[in-house]
């Protein structure tokens, strides 16, 4: 049963007669409190206490005193000024207000604030009476103005726009259709007086507009045919222009026209022609595939076609000189550093292996560098010798120094590794050139360079810095390579000379040992004369090939005796100096028993390591029979008969004796006397022999005589016939003569 107020102020009157009734009839306060407590503990009444407790209200009576205080204060009061002003716990206001909600449809409750349906709709009377005289308000300034929360004002207030409030909303923008209207028209006024480029960002300010309304009038306007322009750039920026109909066409003509005359506009004409972004203008005014091929350079935009006969020029440029100066193939209207510097980036991108000098309007490839260094080789293959040569002077002081303090060649010992070398047989000291301090300058490369190369000053610099490393790395090279090439050239000549050396003397040694055993078998006079020519002639050869190995000096047959005396005196090994001087003695005295020994002595490990024999009875045999067919070719080659006789006389005791003599012209009578007495010829060959002679020794005395001439020729014919076979003959008339000298000397190899 719900306990009315009625009933509640009848047990108000009940009490307040009992407490005012004779004291042994008054309740006292606890016993009041203990009454209603069984009363709300039987559900006989629902009542809420006060927050103090000294009073009690039923739920129904604490809804009309929550209604009332929210309409006696305005129509809004938060749940925390009723708990106050009601003296009533905060828990009580908000189920008593959830209940007035669920009652009732005039009372909302936003942003814990009860709030009169009446309330809102005297804000939206009130924002309706100022949107009619200004048009246009701000949310924002309205909150502040009437101290609203913005939860309240937009939750409950700009919710009922378009219904109660007669206006339409944008960003924080209240707008009446009115204002919007008087905006459109005024709008489509300005656009219809502009005669230039205007920022459409300006004309949204002018309008106090938010960009939204402003671009949904402005396609409106558009869509009616209205707009008398078009607006290029982007809507969402502040790059968006409104361009005259007039203006857009004088502008959009002028820059075809020059794209077409010039292939290129200047940014700054384009500034002039309130053009302010030049990239999303053309774009829109030029077709895309130019557009795309268009190339911005800081002072102008040039269009593909230009740029493509730039390029052209440079790389053909860069072709013939391998460097080339970009600046000279710029347009004046691009000629500036940026724009010079943009050119090369871009050549430097589309020509991978060009390079650029910082700072310089020049671009170069890497053959301008080979050139370079080829430019420099000579600078470089000086430096290089006179490093080596400084070098290699350094070194025969070390080895001067380095010279043995003891001389042990005069005991005759010998030591391996130290003998028949010569000249001491002093070993090389192992020290490397100082090849790593090698260095060039760069003012060093630069001068060689405006010396010999026809570069330009300003990419010196840079060259010389691409270059310098393998300049110097080359010049180590070659300095290497020289000392070694020295070291090595000097070991095999020193080797191969000597190899050389002692194969030539061998030979002639061996040529020596047959030709003095011939010389027995003629009488002794003869034989004398024969060992004295074979002295001056062969066992000389000997002598000067040894003293010329030994002391390093060249052409030594033509020294005279001081001089030649003076080159043995300086030899600086004791051993092999004697030993040549005892060589020479021998010669001069003409004693082939001496020469033997002087030349035991020079063959020894001491002085020339030769290991000289004398040939045996087989080799002795051998060298004979190589003798005579020596002389078998010689004498086929042969044109002069004078030679001719010899050579045959030679070959018959030979071939015919095997006796290997060595004689001059001179000896020609005695050996026909030999010849008649050994070899077992015919008297006709005898003839032979006797009547060529005859004939050689008339033609020295009248040596203009043809017919001489003729028959010598003939008789010539006739040895060859009777030595030789028949073909050899007739082969031997088409050869040249091999050996100039009239007297023959015959060296064979062992």
């Not at 724009?339 to 053959?367: H, T």
Request: proline residues 2%.
């Amino acid at each position: 049963m719900t306990t009315t107020w009625a009933d509640i102020q009848r047990l108000a009157a009940d009490l307040q007669r009992v407490q005012l009734a004779e004291g042994t009839k008054k309740l006292s306060e606890r016993n009041c409190v203990e009454v209603v407590s069984m009363l709300m503990a039987s559900k006989a009444i629902d009542i809420v206490f006060t927050s103090d407790g000294h009073a009690y209200l039923t739920k129904k009576h604490l809804l009309t005193e929550i209604k009332n205080e929210c309409i006696g204060r305005g129509g809004r009061v938060s749940l925390s000024d009723l708990a106050h002003t009601l003296n009533v716990d905060y828990e009580h206001i908000e189920n008593s207000v959830a209940v007035i909600l669920k009652q009732s449809s005039s009372f909302v409750l936003c942003n814990a604030e009860l709030i009169a349906r009446d309330y809102v709709d005297s804000l939206c009377v009130e924002l309706n009476e100022r949107l009619s005289e200004t048009g246009v308000l701000s949310a924002s300034q309205l909150i502040k103005t009437w101290d609203l929360p913005s939860e309240i004002f937009y939750g409950l207030v700009l919710t009922e726009i378009g219904n109660k409030v007669e206006a339409m909303m944008d960003g924080d923008m209240i707008y009446t259709s009115a204002y919007l209207n008087a905006q459109r028209n005024l709008l489509k006024a300005i656009l219809n007086s502009l005669t230039k480029v205007t920022p459409m960002a300006k004309l949204s300010a002018h309008l106090n507009l938010s960009p939204s309304i402003f671009w949904s009038i402005y396609d409106d306007l558009a869509a009616s045919n209205e707009v008398p322009g078009t607006v290029i750039g982007g809507r969402s920026s502040n790059l968006a222009y409104y361009v005259p109909n007039l203006h857009g066409m004088l502008v959009k003509s002028f820059v075809l026209k020059s794209f077409e005359q010039q292939k290129m506009i200047e940014t700054s004409v384009l500034k002039k022609l309130s053009v302010a972004d030049a990239n999303v203008y053309l774009k829109d005014v030029l077709p895309k595939s130019e557009f795309t091929s268009l190339i911005f350079f800081p002072s102008a935009i040039i269009s593909k076609k230009l740029w493509e006969e730039i390029e052209a020029a440079i790389k053909n440029e860069m072709e013939k000189m391998c460097y080339c100066d970009v600046s000279l193939h710029m347009p004046a209207a691009i000629s500036s550093d940026q724009d010079v510097e943009k050119a090369i980036s871009i050549c430097v991108r589309s020509s991978k292996e060009w390079m650029s000098a910082s700072g310089q309007p020049f671009l170069y490839n890497p053959q301008l560098l080979t050139n370079a260094l080829k430019a420099v080789d000579g600078l470089i293959n000086d430096r290089a010798e006179k490093e080596a040569a400084i070098w290699g002077k350094q070194q025969r002081n070390a080895k001067k120094e380095e010279k043995p303090q003891e001389d042990d060649w005069a005991t005759g010992k010998g030591r391996k590794g130290r003998g028949g070398k010569g000249k001491g047989n002093k070993q090389t000291p192992k020290e490397e050139p100082p090849c790593a301090t090698a260095r060039f300058s760069s003012e060093e490369l630069i001068n060689e360079l405006e010396r010999v190369a026809n570069l330009p000053k300003e990419l010196l610099e840079e060259i010389v810095e691409q270059i310098c490393a393998n300049a110097e790395a080359l010049l180590r090279t070659r300095i290497e390579t020289l000392v070694r090439t020295v070291q090595t050239i000097s070991a095999q000549d020193q080797k191969r000379s000597h190899l050389q050396m002692q194969e030539k003397i061998r030979g002639l040694y061996n040529n020596i040992c047959i030709f003095e055993e011939a010389t027995s078998s003629f009488d002794d006079v003869v034989a004398t004369d024969l060992r004295a020519y074979l002295i001056r002639t062969l066992c000389t050869d000997v002598a000067n090939i040894v003293l010329s190995y030994i002391s390093g000096t060249e052409n030594t047959k033509t020294l005279s005796i001081k001089i030649r005396e003076e080159t043995i005196s300086s030899i600086e090994n004791t051993g092999g100096r004697e030993a040549v001087a005892a060589l020479f003695a021998a010669v001069s005295s003409a004693d082939l028993d001496a020469f033997h020994s002087a030349i035991s002595s020079v063959s020894s490990p001491a002085v020339c390591s030769l290991n000289l024999k004398m040939p045996d009875k087989k080799q002795r045999t051998e060298l004979v029979q190589a003798y005579a067919s020596e002389l078998e070719r010689q004498l086929r080659a042969c044109d002069d008969a004078a030679s001719g006789l010899l050579i045959s006389l030679l070959l018959i005791l030979a071939k015919r004796n095997a006796i290997a003599v060595h004689a001059s012209g001179k000896f020609v009578s005695h050996i026909i006397a030999k010849v008649e007495k050994v070899a077992k010829l015919s008297a006709e060959q005898i003839e032979l022999l006797v009547s060529t002679q005859k004939l050689v020794i008339a033609s020295m005395k009248n040596k203009a005589d043809v017919d001489l001439k003729t028959k010598l020729i003939e008789k010539l014919k006739s040895l060859k016939s009777f030595l030789l076979d028949v073909d050899d003959v007739e082969e031997s008339s088409k050869e040249g003569k091999q050996d100039g000298e009239d007297d023959v000397i015959i060296e064979l190899t062992s």
